[in-house]
């Protein structure tokens, strides 16, 4: 007797379901589906398609395989850039410090965990004995900025950047807010000019959570745009072009 796929027990032909992917037989009671799902999946011309959860992970799997894939490629044109930037510079590149597939995937990583992320500049902070005070506060502060951007959430955390100095009561170390995905994430961002028709947060900047080997992009970027404005070029201005901040003309088309 064939066995179900999750549970292991025995099966029988009325009361069972087969995955489109793997072919395996599953219980109808084991695969969590509805009576309407499971009225679908009876139809001939249906598009509905059932997937068992070690196929249902599977194919979890490969999309994120995908999304890396596409990052490293990012990043691959990322250093393609810097290193063609260098070599107009005439600057000698040591071929040990370039960075390595480990590298990339440690930069994939860390770009992953920040996606999520947002940080908020020139945000008052309450001097309270009390760190759990402190800490509801803050979080009290940021879920009202982020009402006035249109974005409903409520399972977020704030944390405070740098060292906190007790002697100064003119404190506004910068706000990580770390928030459930980066959809709501880039949202707050896209939104952000919003903050400058409040009284109350019209000097606060938000920005996203960048990896260092972006701020050092970026650095780099802005060092050459003001080179080249110093050195008389008034058209020209930061363009990110496959997520790579790039100096180009306005008016021009980049590749």
Known sequence: MTSCAICNNGLTPEKEITCDMCRNYIHITCSGLSRTELQCLKNKDRKLSFHCPTCSDLKLQLVKLHELTSTVGALESELRILKESMTSRDVKIDPIKVPDVECIIQEVSDRQRRKNNIILYNVSENVLNNRNDQVAADKELVGELLQMLDVSVDNFRTIRLGKFDSS?????????V??????????????????????????????????????????????????????????????????????????????
């Open 168 to 176: 100064r009561t003119d404190m506004k170390r910068p706000i990580k």
């Open 178 to 255: 770390c928030l459930p995905d980066g959809d709501i994430a880039s949202k707050a961002f896209q939104r952000r000019q919003k903050l400058r028709t409040s009284d109350k947060f019209k000097n606060v900047f938000l920005v996203k959570d960048k990896t260092p080997m972006q701020l050092k992009l970026y650095r780099e970027a802005r060092q050459e745009l003001l080179t080249r404005k110093a050195a008389g070029e008034t058209d020209v201005y930061i363009k990110y072009i496959n997520d790579v901040p790039k100096v180009v003309k306005a008016g021009r088309p980049e590749n």
